[in-house]
């Protein structure tokens, strides 16, 4: 029975490369514009009891574990756009592999993305192996969670309910006018408008450098909140601070800013170096080491900060993050332009890894951050998995 159990996982995950055919139904057709929308609902339990019979014969606890990894690394939903009766587009809800589905805490399991598709002739949408070329945004910023879904036959008898004890547990189900609502606002920002940066996913692993061992170690938790005290001053002719700004906001999770760093702001809290970013010593002694960094293709820090240098202590941790930090503007007289500041980040130790707690921005004749014109205090909550 263990090495069904084993081999039916591999299977879920990899295909073997075997080929079924999939049991789907419309559940939705829609006009707007001078579209069409018809709406593909695979039936994840109808879909994966046929592929994997020996299912319904599993106890609940190994029932379970292969129900998550199904949901985790298959489509779901096909949304697909037709113009002139052809199909243009697919927006293709599936699970997300790299999350986890968490048995206890059921509100952390918005593990979906919907991947946005040019439509082309002999395509099995269903498999992202066969499309996954072809995709041209990822999208995973969603408002909704749960295991289950309010169209699938298993639920037939399930109206007005949160959920179904399925699989060894409690499971929420997502209504589809809460899947609807989310897919179509999104069509309407592709079509229409432009989808906010934010929302779209990018290869998190391209931002993973041993050197900043704070970029693996953030994985340790399921989010990381940060509380930003951000003071902005201007001084008088004695040095002395004349006005003083303070505002105070908070980053749901820093995680979601991996690869996504758009703003200044998001680049400065917490840089994220990629593995192909190199760290060169250039100064050493007992107490310190000293490394500047040059980057490669990193649009986000090479737009912020330029002369990168890292201090690490005898400890290899680091101590801050000194660069000259890129202010970008544009006014009617100068066109765009450019500033520079000085810039540090100090880190400390939460929990178990280093992160800023201090950050500093001054005038670059302010080399010692006497009078720094910004000053942010960060502070952390840490959700484990």
């Given amino acids: 029975m263990k090495e069904k159990f084993v081999l039916l996982i591999t299977f879920l995950i990899f295909g073997l490369n075997t080929s079924f055919a999939q049991k789907s139904k419309t559940i939705e057709k829609l006009e707007f514009e001078n579209y069409e929308l018809k709406v593909i609902f695979f039936d994840p339990y109808e879909n994966l009891v046929s592929e994997n019979p020996e299912f319904k014969n599993l106890d609940s606890l190994k029932q379970g574990e292969i129900w998550n990894e199904y949901l985790l ?8 756009l037709i113009q002139k009766k052809k199909i243009v587009k697919h927006y293709i809800l599936r699970g997300n592999s790299s999350k986890d589905i968490y048995p206890k805490d059921l509100t952390r399991n918005n593990v979906y993305l919907l991947d946005i598709v040019n439509h082309k002739k ?11 070329k072809m995709i041209n945004k990822t999208i995973d910023k969603f408002s909704f969670y749960g295991t289950l879904f309010e169209n699938m036959e298993l639920l037939k008898d399930n109206d007005g309910k949160l959920g179904k004890n399925l699989f060894g547990r409690f499971r929420l189900k997502i209504p589809y006018s809460t ?20 929302w779209i996913a990018n290869n998190t692993e391209e931002f ?29 002719q004695n040095g002395e601070i004349q006005n003083e700004y303070p505002r105070l906001n908070t980053d749901e999770d820093i995680k979601s800013y991996i690869g996504k760093m758009n703003r200044i702001g998001d680049v400065v809290s917490l840089p994220f170096f990629k593995s192909t970013d190199k760290v060169i010593l250039i100064e050493k002694d007992s107490l310190y080491s000293k490394y500047k960094v040059e980057t490669k293709n990193n649009k986000p820090i090479d737009k912020y900060l330029e002369n990168i240098v890292v201090l690490k202590n005898s400890d290899g941790e680091i101590e801050n993050i000194t660069a000259t930090l890129l202010i970008h503007g ?16 100090y880190f400390k130790t939460f929990k178990d890894l280093r992160l800023p707690y201090k950050i500093l921005f001054s005038p670059l004749t302010d080399k010692q951050f006497e009078k720094p014109r910004i000053e942010i205090e960060l502070d952390y909550l840490f959700h484990r998995k």
Wanted: aromatic letters at 20%; zero cysteines; charged letters at 30%.
């Fill in 122 to 132: 002999n395509t099995n949408f269903y498999r992202l192996s066969d499309y996954s």
């Fill in 73 to 80: 690394n298959n489509v779901i939903y096909d949304f697909q």
């Fill in 330 to 345: 544009s006014s009617i007289d100068r066109g765009d332009y450019v500033e520079r500041e000085n810039y540090i980040a």
């Fill in 179 to 198: 899947i609807q609502n989310n897919v179509m606002t999104l069509i309407g920002f592709d079509l229409f408008g432009e989808i906010e940066t934010e």
């Fill in 208 to 236: 993973k450098n041993s050197f900043f061992d704070y970029q693996e170690k953030v994985d340790q938790y399921f989010k990381i909140e940060r509380i930003k005290k951000t003071y902005v001053r201007t001084y008088d």
